[in-house]
Nanobody, 117 residues
Framework: QVQLVESGGGLVQAGGSLRLSCAAS????????MGWYRQAPGKQRELVAH???????GYADSVKGRFTISGDYVKVTVYLQMNSLKPEDTAVYYC???????????WGQGTQVTVSS
């Protein structure tokens, strides 16, 4: 089992910034992917950004240029720096972990990000 603990959500005005953190613990393999997803009310969960094994980084088009994902492979921690936040970024943000070469996803409990206009 893998446990994910997220922190850093909150309420911010449009144009502001927040930084999310997620630390993984438990049965961690040495090769893995980590990332962030979000789910707004009435919408499906969507990918925000991920770091795939061997540092392949990807972003959703809607956050490119505003969000930056980074990670510490030794600490098994992933961060999401969110700048120039918009009201449409409001959602519950979930940390995701998957061992390389597997299909089982592990999820954090979610952290609320609310951007006021």
């Amino acid at each position: 089992q893998v446990q994910l603990v997220e922190s850093g959500g909150g309420l911010v005005q449009a144009g502001g910034s927040l930084r999310l953190s997620c630390a993984a613990s438990g049965s961690i393999s040495s090769r893995y992917h980590m990332g962030w997803y979000r789910q707004a009310p009435g919408k499906q969960r969507e990918l925000v950004a991920h770091i795939l094994y061997k540092d392949n980084i990807g972003y959703a088009d809607s956050v490119k240029g505003r969000f930056t994902i980074s990670g510490d492979y030794v600490k098994v921690t992933v961060y999401l720096q969110m700048n120039s936040l918009k009201p449409e970024d409001t959602a519950v943000y979930y940390c995701n972990w998957r061992a390389f070469g597997t299909v089982r996803d592990y999820w954090g409990q979610g952290t609320q990000v609310t951007v006021s206009s």
